[in-house]
């Protein structure tokens, strides 16, 4: 159920997503649930913060099931049903948790159950787009076995529930160009990899999205949490360039992605209303050419030090601000990312 309701003005501006016009900075769900190694965040703070979200111009929310077996999708529902007319809930498929922990879940038949899932946790009749998170490659859980499915047959999967009325549009996650290229005929509204000022190998992915006009939805914008793994946040020219326009220096590599591309969409995650708020206003920070030049310059200096391979297990802790935990942090085998 959703109910009309007039929007304050959309944080970093307007971009397209399956269809519809949504505010450039988002919300990532998942550091409202819990994690190996982290409780869930307390719900009257993690149920505020929704709310202050969506009261300041949010109107993309990413989520999953699997963000704690349904407590993100849970935590959403209550605190903003009956849902804003204009907010895009847009999930993820590809895991699932059972007893062993979150395991793959690739099969045509779990992306159709994962919908149902979400829908029903949600309360809506239609996600407005769903996200196959592909399992073929780091980082997180890989998929082996029954679990190795072509892209062909989860794509026909995903059409059926776009034709059933179920999903709005169909998203990929953790793909390379060439996968973005083979989905394209099968109408591909968003793509969701890892990527940072300091972290570019899916720069190729990018520009495939920049052709086509797909919206490009960076998990790990600010780096991840893993040690090994850059973070925007410490390199010495984002903090220079912070403390230049008096900003955080998260604000600056958040307001890098948004020059980067027109439809670039961001959905930095956070149980803090004060990091939340940071987030937002990240969208009217504006970057000169001479700072957009130095960022720019950064991933090749860096070497692109993004490790080969996912650590396999979560890290100690999840309070980082903006280190999003994706779907794929659980069970026995686990990594972080930023889908959220």
């Given at each position: 159920?959703?109910?009309?309701?007039?929007?304050?003005?959309?944080?970093?501006?307007?971009?397209?997503?399956?269809?519809?016009?949504?505010?450039?900075?988002?919300?990532?769900?998942?550091?409202?649930a819990?994690?190996?190694?982290?409780?869930?965040?307390?719900r009257?703070?993690?149920?505020?913060?929704?709310?202050?979200?969506?009261?300041?111009?949010?109107?993309?929310?990413?989520?999953?099931?699997?963000?704690?077996?349904?407590?993100?999708n849970?935590?959403?529902?209550?605190a903003?049903?009956?849902?804003?007319?204009?907010?895009?809930?847009?999930?993820?498929?590809?895991?699932?948790?059972?007893?062993?922990?979150?395991?793959?879940?690739?099969?045509?038949?779990?992306?159709?159950?994962?919908?149902?899932?979400?829908?029903?946790t949600l309360?809506?009749?239609?996600?407005?787009?769903?996200?196959?998170?592909?399992?073929?490659?780091?980082?997180?859980i890989?998929?082996?076995?029954?679990?190795?499915?072509?892209?062909?047959?989860?794509l026909?999967?995903?059409?059926?529930?776009?034709?059933?009325?179920?999903?709005?549009?169909?998203?990929?996650?953790?793909?390379?160009?060439?996968?973005?290229?083979?989905?394209?005929?099968?109408?591909?509204?968003?793509?969701?990899?890892?990527?940072?000022?300091?972290?570019?190998?899916?720069?190729p992915?990018?520009?495939?999205?920049?052709?086509?006009?797909?919206?490009?939805?960076?998990?790990?914008?600010?780096?991840?949490?893993?040690?090994?793994?850059?973070?925007?946040?410490?390199?010495?020219?984002?903090?220079?360039?912070?403390t230049?326009?008096?900003?955080?220096?998260?604000?600056?590599?958040?307001?890098?992605?948004?020059?980067?591309?027109?439809?670039?969409?961001l959905?930095?995650?956070?149980?803090?209303a004060?990091?939340?708020?940071?987030?937002i206003?990240?969208?009217?920070?504006?970057?000169?050419a001479?700072?957009?030049?130095?960022?720019?310059?950064l991933?090749a200096?860096?070497?692109?030090?993004r490790p080969?391979?996912?650590k396999?297990s979560?890290?100690?802790?999840?309070?980082?601000r903006?280190?999003?935990?994706?779907?794929?942090?659980?069970g026995?085998?686990?990594?972080?990312?930023?889908?959220?």
């Open positions: 159920m959703t109910t009309a309701t007039a929007s304050p003005a959309a944080p970093g501006g307007t971009a397209l997503l399956a269809g519809r016009t949504v505010a450039r900075i988002g919300f990532g769900a998942m550091q409202l819990e994690l190996p190694g982290r409780p869930v965040p307390d009257g703070v993690a149920l505020s913060v929704l709310r202050r979200a969506v009261g300041q111009g949010v109107n993309h929310l990413d989520t999953a099931q699997f963000y704690g077996a349904g407590t993100a849970q935590l959403i529902r209550a903003l049903s009956p849902y804003p007319g204009d907010l895009a809930l847009v999930s993820k498929v590809g895991a699932e948790h059972t007893a062993d922990g979150l395991v793959p879940a690739q099969r045509p038949e779990q992306l159709r159950a994962g919908v149902e899932a979400n829908l029903g309360g809506v009749e239609q996600l407005a787009a769903v996200n196959l998170r592909r399992l073929d490659a780091p980082p997180g890989r998929a082996e076995g029954d679990q190795l499915v072509d892209l062909d047959s989860q026909a999967e995903l059409v059926t529930l776009r034709d059933e009325g179920k999903i709005g549009g169909i998203g990929l996650s953790n793909v390379s160009a060439e996968q973005v290229r083979q989905a394209r005929p099968a109408g591909i509204a968003c793509v969701q990899n890892a990527y940072s000022v300091l972290d570019r190998p899916a720069e992915v990018l520009d495939v999205c920049r052709e086509h006009g797909i919206a490009w939805v960076p998990f790990f914008p600010l780096g991840s949490a893993f040690p090994s793994w850059p973070k925007v946040t410490e390199h010495p020219a984002v903090v220079a360039a912070a230049a326009l008096g900003a955080a220096p998260a604000q600056v590599g958040l307001a890098w992605q948004l020059a980067h591309y027109a439809g670039t969409l959905i930095p995650g956070t149980a803090s004060q990091h939340l708020d940071e987030n206003a990240a969208g009217g920070l504006r970057l000169d001479a700072t957009l030049a130095t960022l720019d310059g991933a200096s860096a070497g692109s030090p080969a391979s996912a396999r979560c890290p100690s802790t999840a309070s980082s903006n280190f999003s935990w994706p779907s794929v942090c659980g026995a085998v686990s990594t972080s990312s930023a889908w959220d």
